[in-house]
């Protein structure tokens, strides 16, 4: 038996979110899953939009009101919102933030610490140190002391 259904190649992760928030951006106000289904190319069941949505309104991105028996949908944050939500549950699920956040902010290139300086404040003449500077050196470990000569 041959399966004539069309297939699709698989997505990138967040592909579907993303385009299912940048066409609710495009709606003149709160928009019905079937008026997003419309914008959407791919032919994605209505269920699927269903899902999709659920899944921003668990992650804070869109808002939904009812609409008689059904909702509308709103955005509540753009993609880069999107993108920051999603470092902020990936930094909550690490056991030493601190490490992270370290290894995060040290591996910046000179641009993206600029504008991370740039976000929090922080210019040069401040007393703090750079958030990617890296740590000052740690004293050498202390060696034991050399085995003691025989007497004579």
């Known amino acids: 038996m041959t399966d004539h259904r069309r297939r699709h190649p698989r997505r990138a992760q967040g592909e579907l979110e993303a385009s299912v928030l940048s066409a609710l951006r495009e709606a003149d106000g709160p928009a ?13 069941a209505y ?11 668990a992650k804070g991105a869109v808002t939904r009101e009812r609409s008689g028996r059904s909702f509308v949908w709103l955005p509540a944050s753009d993609e ?23 290894s995060f902010v040290s591996g910046l290139g ?10 929090l404040g922080w210019r040069p003449d401040d007393d703090a140190p750079s958030p990617a500077a890296p740590e000052a ?16």
């Open 110 to 119: 000179p641009d993206d610490e600029r504008l991370l300086r740039d976000l």
């Open 80 to 102: 880069a919102g999107l993108a920051a939500h999603r470092m902020r549950r990936v930094l909550d699920a690490e056991h030493d933030r601190e490490a992270v956040l370290a």
């Open 32 to 44: 019905t899953a079937g008026w997003v289904r419309e914008r959407l190319d791919g032919g994605l």
């Open 47 to 57: 269920t699927t939009v269903i899902t999709i949505l659920t899944r921003l309104l």
């Open 137 to 152: 050196p740690r004293p050498a470990r202390p060696q034991a002391d050399p085995p003691a000569e025989p007497s004579p």
